[in-house]
């Protein structure tokens, strides 16, 4: 079946500029988790969700940072006046259940000018 | 929080040989640790993981070990080959949520 899809691949944007990243999961995966991986990192969390719920959003580094997952399957994240230190890959990953396997999206490259 | 170190951060061998990367975690409740492989410009895929309950597995050429006294893991790769080269990261689950990765390791594979 169809993995883990996200979109746009690649987004440049000017300083101060809002953006929004989408992510699909796998049809059926309840867990959808969001990370950032700068160059040389491993992957940062930064807020997992369980079903159309948040359940841990400690990793959000501020508040211009926000997500949603309205249904229960697709998810927005949402960053405000971004900085140029937001720039990153933005992956998200989905898991049938909390402690199952995490499959990856191919991530979005945000790139803030 | 909790917190993974990995080592080292990068690997060489020649195809054929044995690579071995270490890593630690300070969270005791940690219970889940995969293991993740990827390539330049793609993304993570899970390679193979062990839970608490084991002490080690295996798949083909690659094994994974954990030893909960001491909350190290490690990921074995026998008989490596040029493809196998890439970044491998290990992560620890913490609170049944969020995995926690290491800073990776770049293994490069020369025939």
């Known amino acids: 079946g169809a993995g883990v899809s996200q979109t746009p691949s690649n987004k440049v944007t000017e300083k101060g500029k809002y953006v929004e990243l989408r992510c699909d999961p796998i049809?059926?995966?309840?867990?959808l988790y969001w990370y950032r991986q700068s160059l040389g990192q491993g992957p940062e969390f930064l807020i997992y969700?369980?079903?159309?719920?948040?359940?841990?959003d400690s990793g959000l580094p501020n508040d211009r940072f926000f997500a949603v997952r309205p249904e229960g399957s697709v998810s927005t994240l949402k960053i405000q006046r971004t900085e140029r230190g937001d720039s990153a890959v933005y992956l998200c990953?989905?898991?049938?259940?909390?402690?199952?396997?995490?499959?990856f999206g191919p991530g979005t490259r945000l790139t803030v000018t | 929080g909790e917190n993974v170190e990995q080592h080292p951060s990068t690997l060489s061998v020649q195809e054929g040989d044995s690579a071995v990367i270490k890593c630690t975690y300070s969270?005791?409740?940690?219970?889940?640790f995969p293991w993740y492989k990827q390539e330049l410009g793609k993304r993570p895929q899970l390679i193979i993981d062990?839970?608490?309950?084991?002490g080690e597995k295996k798949d083909q050429r690659i094994a994974v070990t954990l030893n909960k006294t001491a909350k190290h893991f490690s990921l074995h790769i026998t008989e490596t080959q040029p493809e196998d080269s890439a970044v491998y990261f290990c992560?620890?689950?913490?609170?049944?949520?969020?995995?926690?990765f290491g800073k990776g390791t770049t293994l490069s594979v020369s025939s």
């Open positions: 992560a620890a689950l913490i609170a049944g949520t969020a995995l926690i």
């Open positions: 990953a989905s898991s049938l259940a909390v402690l199952s396997e995490q499959y």
């Open positions: 049809s059926g995966h309840t867990a």
């Open positions: 969700f369980q079903g159309t719920g948040a359940a841990d």
């Open positions: 062990i839970r608490s309950n084991v």
């Open positions: 969270d005791s409740a940690s219970n889940y």
